[in-house]
């Protein structure tokens, strides 16, 4: 975190042309307005310490807008408070919603920043100077008993503290009471000056993102380069606060993320998989002068030695090399253009030149190899470890229009269990009483959504939850009530791959055939070659002519399962606009 702090900073005095208005992180106003708008909104990733899933929505409720708050949550959000749900109480003090009874001045002057909740170890210290006569060396006994959780030597400390208050005019019924919190506290206390420091850092990082969020989160972003699902996460919150992060590109950019302006984040070369410094250096060094051209003109400057089918694989399918050309065409001249950079990397090597002294060419081998097949979509998951640019349901939406009835940006609360489609982003597993069970973040482009997934749900569909797969699940929509937007969340019921819902939610598959089409013979033929299974989904021949028209159930042994390269060749032997999947009808889901 003080390396990100630090590149920040660097970042932000770095485009200033006064020494003045560099910015000082160690002289920052701890009432800073943008700062508690942000942590009031719960936009905490990246924020030091603040970050979890559980301390968003607690700061949502607890609306902070006073620096000692933050400390307060630092102390409070740790197993032992949470569990005896001081979280709560301080939140609900604070807005009045709880009553807040100390009992005795001195213990009000004590606890009053925290609304009568004993917070830190160093708040039990003066408690027990102040009401009960202890020395601070006795005090400091005490603190270190709750420390280390020695029962029995607070038990011993129970009759000092009791009657040092009864000796100083105070109730012993309610010394007695006030002994037994702190027992309770010792259960969770913590250190003031751990939790202020840690406010501090925390304070830091967050004004650093409500200020000058592109610099703060492209030194996020770069120093975590080799962390996927981190990157995801990050690059994600950045187009949640409204930044734009281009695709990588070998003509602009560098190892790490750069800001290029208060709005954009340039993709860092070093986060695409399989890319080290040393490559990027070169590429750089050789960019300085002119830009690559071409691939072509990329393997022979950068040289054939550091390029490889891999590396060009890897640099198309992350969207690097988009500024040489489309990504399939270049996928498709990889092995010609290797080809070529070798024969000139041979040819160097030798010194190889005409009878007049130049130096020979060889025609280029331009050869585009058409029978090779490219995903654009798997490219970049392969590449990036997630999708930044394309998106899986991209070509699947009028499926999932039939199949889900809604898009996750369309839901609403309903009384009875939804359907919805999307790509597994993101997916926490966590434990408790009960069993495993998991945060799961859908995405199906229009919009994201929550799925938690109870214990029993998870056991029985574990298998399925893979980042970057394609579900469907079943389940109760509701509204996020910690969300400031109208945003919704759900509970999962169901979960079956995007095959599974095919081959469960379609009725048939209906082909169109029309009268002038003569050769049905080829088309039977066509559709034993497609068929694969028996248990997959029945063909329906839909017949329309002039004089009648029908539909022909066919045989089970004709039966197709499903998936994307049955689609595709049934739309390659068919046409799309012949093509179409009859539902069963949704029985109480959307």
């Known amino acids: 975190t003080l390396t990100i702090i630090d590149q920040s900073v660097k970042r932000i005095n770095s485009k200033v042309t006064l020494k003045k208005e560099e910015i000082n992180i160690d002289n920052l106003s701890l009432k800073d307005p943008k700062t508690f708008s942000l942590l009031q909104r719960g936009e905490t990733t990246a924020i030091f310490q603040l970050e979890s899933r559980g301390m968003r929505d607690y700061l949502k409720q607890l609306i902070p807008n006073d620096f000692e708050d933050i400390v307060s949550m630092n102390a409070l959000y740790r197993p032992g408070a949470l569990g005896m749900n001081m979280v709560d109480s301080y939140i609900n003090r604070k807005h009045g919603k709880e009553e807040v009874t100390y009992g005795h001045e001195a213990v009000k002057k004590i606890l009053s920043t925290t609304y009568g909740v004993i917070v830190y170890q160093e708040q039990v210290m003066q408690i027990a100077h102040e009401l009960s006569g202890f020395s601070l060396g006795e005090a400091d006994i005490l603190r270190r008993a709750m420390g280390k959780k020695k029962k029995e030597e607070m038990e011993s400390l129970r009759s000092t503290f009791v009657d040092g208050a009864v000796k100083?005019?105070?109730?012993?019924?309610?010394?007695?009471?006030?002994?037994?919190?702190?027992?309770?506290?010792?259960?969770?206390?913590?250190?003031?000056?751990?939790?202020?420091?840690?406010?501090?850092?925390?304070?830091?990082?967050?004004?650093?993102?409500?200020?000058?969020?592109?610099?703060?989160?492209?030194?996020?972003?770069?120093?975590?380069?080799?962390?996927?699902?981190?990157?995801?996460?990050?690059?994600?919150?950045?187009?949640?606060?409204?930044?734009?992060?281009?695709?990588?590109?070998?003509?602009?950019?560098?190892?790490?993320?750069?800001?290029?302006?208060?709005?954009?984040?340039?993709?860092?070369?070093?986060?695409?998989?399989?890319?080290?410094?040393?490559?990027?250096?070169?590429?750089?060094?050789?960019?300085?002068?002119?830009?690559?051209?071409?691939?072509?003109?990329?393997?022979?400057?950068?040289?054939?030695?550091?390029?490889?089918?891999?590396?060009?694989?890897?640099?198309?399918?992350?969207?690097?090399?988009?500024?040489?050309?489309?990504?399939?065409?270049?996928?498709?001249?990889?092995?010609?253009?290797?080809?070529?950079?070798?024969?000139?990397?041979?040819?160097?090597?030798?010194?190889?030149?005409?009878?007049?002294?130049?130096?020979?060419?060889?025609?280029?081998?331009?050869?585009?190899?058409?029978?090779?097949?490219?995903?654009?979509?798997?490219?970049?998951?392969?590449?990036?470890?997630?999708?930044?640019?394309?998106?899986?349901?991209?070509?699947?939406?009028?499926?999932?229009?039939?199949?889900?009835?809604?898009?996750?940006?369309?839901?609403?609360?309903?009384?009875?269990?939804?359907?919805?489609?999307?790509?597994?982003?993101?997916?926490?597993?966590?434990?408790?009483?009960?069993?495993?069970?998991?945060?799961?973040?859908?995405?199906?482009?229009?919009?994201?959504?929550?799925?938690?997934?109870?214990?029993?749900?998870?056991?029985?569909?574990?298998?399925?939850?893979?980042?970057?797969?394609?579900?469907?699940?079943?389940?109760?929509?509701?509204?996020?009530?910690?969300?400031?937007?109208?945003?919704?969340?759900?509970?999962?019921?169901?979960?079956?791959?995007?095959?599974?819902?095919?081959?469960?939610?379609?009725?048939?598959?209906?082909?169109?055939?029309?009268?002038?089409i003569n050769d049905t013979q080829s088309i039977i033929d066509s559709l034993k070659e497609i068929a694969n299974s028996d248990e997959g989904n029945s063909i329906l021949i839909s017949y329309k002519g002039n004089l009648a028209k029908a539909d022909i159930a066919l045989p089970s042994n004709y039966s197709v399962k499903l998936d994307d390269t049955s689609i595709k060749a049934l739309v390659k032997r068919f046409g799309a606009d012949n093509l179409e999947f009859v539902y069963h009808t949704q029985n109480h889901v959307n």
Not at 462 to 481: A, P, S, W, Y
Request: proline share 1%; net charge negative.
């Open 168 to 516: 100083k005019g105070v109730n012993e019924s309610y010394a007695a009471n006030l002994f037994d919190q702190i027992e309770q506290f010792a259960g969770y206390g913590f250190n003031r000056s751990h939790s202020v420091g840690y406010a501090l850092i925390a304070y830091q990082t967050a004004w650093l993102k409500a200020h000058y969020p592109a610099e703060f989160m492209a030194s996020v972003l770069s120093c975590d380069l080799g962390n996927t699902d981190n990157i995801q996460l990050f690059v994600d919150d950045c187009k949640n606060i409204g930044l734009v992060v281009d695709s990588p590109d070998i003509n602009k950019s560098s190892y790490r993320f750069e800001d290029l302006d208060s709005k954009t984040i340039l993709y860092g070369l070093g986060a695409i998989k399989g890319i080290g410094e040393s490559l990027v250096d070169q590429i750089i060094l050789e960019r300085k002068n002119e830009k690559f051209k071409d691939m072509y003109d990329f393997c022979t400057r950068v040289g054939f030695n550091r390029i490889n089918k891999r590396i060009l694989t890897t640099l198309i399918g992350s969207g690097a090399l988009d500024s040489l050309g489309k990504r399939e065409d270049l996928f498709r001249r990889i092995d010609s253009c290797l080809k070529n950079a070798e024969q000139v990397s041979e040819r160097n090597k030798s010194n190889i030149k005409d009878l007049f002294g130049e130096e020979t060419i060889a025609p280029l081998d331009n050869n585009i190899n058409e029978d090779i097949e490219f995903d654009e979509v798997s490219a970049e998951w392969s590449s990036l470890g997630f999708y930044l640019d394309s998106h899986p349901l991209e070509n699947k939406k009028r499926e999932v229009r039939k199949m889900c009835g809604f898009f996750i940006s369309e839901l609403q609360s309903e009384a009875h269990s939804q359907r919805i489609a999307g790509c597994l982003m993101q997916f926490n597993v966590r434990s408790g009483r009960r069993g495993r069970f998991a945060f799961a973040t859908l995405d199906d482009g229009s919009a994201k959504i929550e799925v938690s997934i109870w214990a029993d749900v998870f056991e029985r569909y574990r298998n399925l939850l893979k980042k970057g797969h394609i579900l469907v699940v079943e389940g109760m929509i509701d509204k996020d009530d910690y969300s400031d937007s109208v945003k919704y969340k759900m509970i999962a019921e169901r979960i079956l791959t995007f095959d599974q819902a095919r081959h469960e939610y379609i009725k048939n598959i209906k082909i169109d055939i029309e009268e002038n």
